[in-house]
């Protein structure tokens, strides 16, 4: 099983989300990095996108992780 990646959904919302390479179970995949998938900030569906830890604060990590968005 994959561990927790930081994603941004197409509104900002940062969360985790256990993202297993080449599938796609709750979400539509778009490529590597892009899926078409449910914010669980912002309750709507929307294209999200993994992020490197390095290119976030550790404030916002911290806020993402409150956020897990379970198998995507």
């Not at 919302?13 to 078409?36: E, I, M």
């Not at 998938?37 to 929307?46: D, F, I, L, N, T």
């Amino acid at each position: 099983m994959s561990s927790d990646t930081l994603v941004r959904c197409s509104d900002g919302h940062l969360f985790t989300a256990k993202w297993v390479p080449l599938v796609g179970l709750r979400s539509v995949r778009l490529g590597p990095t892009r899926r078409y998938a449910r914010c669980p900030v912002g309750k709507h569906w929307c294209m999200t996108h993994a992020i490197a830890p390095a290119t976030l604060t550790d404030a916002e990590v911290s806020r993402a992780s409150e956020h897990n968005a379970g198998l995507q």
